[in-house]
């Protein structure tokens, strides 16, 4: 089947269930209008005080297509969730592991934020041991000929996929948050991490 994914920021576990299932042949959408406070420039990760949205800051123009989306770096965001990133799941079991390769998402330097978000997934695609293929549409279909999961994912409110819990760093704390960043299944669940997405039910 056809699927028609959002390109997003350090994904959520449910995007990745859509998005390596193998039957699925996976188009990114470039064209759309860029939606505000969507996964497209954020991401969710599991701090010592809860839930926390690292959001990468973007320049303001008359803009608005995806593709053209350029980010700002009039801070540091890059080392800022870095550094959240590793506060929140260094005492996770295989961040070490990781570490390294994930610092180099940090390290690419690019204005465009489809191209930080693209090479994100590279990194988190080896880490999984996985090459899924994927191809970016040419233009914007308001009605695609694709499974549309634009609007399948929100940032705004709790996710309808059900996920069997597993431990996280702050279980003991706060409980178990489902569907947050792929960062926090790889951090937690290591190898087991595809097998996890292989369970999780998508239509």
Not at 18 to 31: A, P
Not at 96 to 108: A, P, V
Request: one cysteine or more; aromatic letters at 14%.
């Amino acid at each position: 089947m056809k699927i028609l994914l959002p390109i997003f920021y350090l994904p959520p576990i449910s995007w990745f269930a859509f998005f390596l299932k193998e039957e699925n042949e996976i188009v990114l959408e470039q064209y759309e209008n860029f939606p505000k406070q969507t996964y497209r420039n954020r991401t969710n990760i599991y701090g010592a005080n809860g839930r926390l949205s690292l959001i990468i800051p973007i320049n303001h123009s008359s803009e608005r297509v995806m593709k053209e989306i350029k980010i700002s770096h009039r801070e540091n965001w890059q080392k800022l969730h870095w550094k959240s990133i590793k506060t929140a799941y260094q005492s996770s079991p295989y961040f070490e592991f990781y570490e390294d390769r994930l610092q180099k998402i940090f390290e690419f330097e690019t204005d465009s934020l489809i191209q930080f978000n693209l090479h994100a997934l590279k990194i988190i695609q080896d880490i999984m041991k996985t090459e899924k293929a994927y191809s970016l549409n040419d233009e914007y279909v308001k009605v695609p000929s694709e499974l549309n999961c634009r609007e399948q994912f929100s940032a705004k409110k709790e996710t309808e996929f059900e996920m069997e819990e597993y431990y996280q760093t702050f279980t003991d704390k706060m409980g178990f948050m489902k569907d947050l960043s792929i960062l926090d299944l790889i951090c937690n669940k290591g190898p087991e991490t595809l097998t996890y997405l292989k369970n999780i039910y998508t239509k």
